[in-house]
């Protein structure tokens, strides 16, 4: 099985900033894409961040502030997220996609962190 450890929520003020890292573990041959959402109670889940090879692309409301990020040695995707609003605050969820090792051909996984709180209140 490939894990997932994800860290780096908590509370901050408004305008302050958080980096959330998540870091896969297993037999992983490499990584494809990796992606943030996020969660608000009585919301639909939001696509916020998704990074595949050098290719990025982000949710409107978190263009110019959010920045995705991944080292493929530590098979972990960072969120440095920068100026944050009340409207950010949200369970924070990562995505990993990539090629799992196995004894006959290597196949595809799709992984879930297990969620970190952000909130953005004074």
């Not at 509370?11 to 990796?34: D, E, K, W, Y």
């Not at 969820?93 to 209140?121: H, K, M, R």
């Amino acid at each position: 099985q490939v894990q997932v450890v994800e860290s780096g929520g908590g509370l901050v003020q408004p305008g302050g900033s958080l980096r959330l890292s998540c870091a896969a573990s297993g037999s992983i041959f490499n990584m494809h894409t990796m992606r943030w959402y996020r969660q608000v109670p009585g919301k639909q889940r939001e696509l916020v961040a998704a990074i595949r090879s050098d290719k990025t692309n982000y949710a409107d409301s978190v263009k110019g502030r959010f920045t995705i990020s991944r080292d493929n040695a530590r098979h972990t995707v960072y969120l440095q997220m920068n100026n944050l609003k009340p409207e950010d605050t949200a369970v924070y969820l990562c995505n990993l996609e990539g090629v799992e090792i196995t004894p006959g051909p290597y196949v595809d996984f799709d992984a879930w962190g297990q969620g970190t709180q952000v909130t953005v209140s004074q």
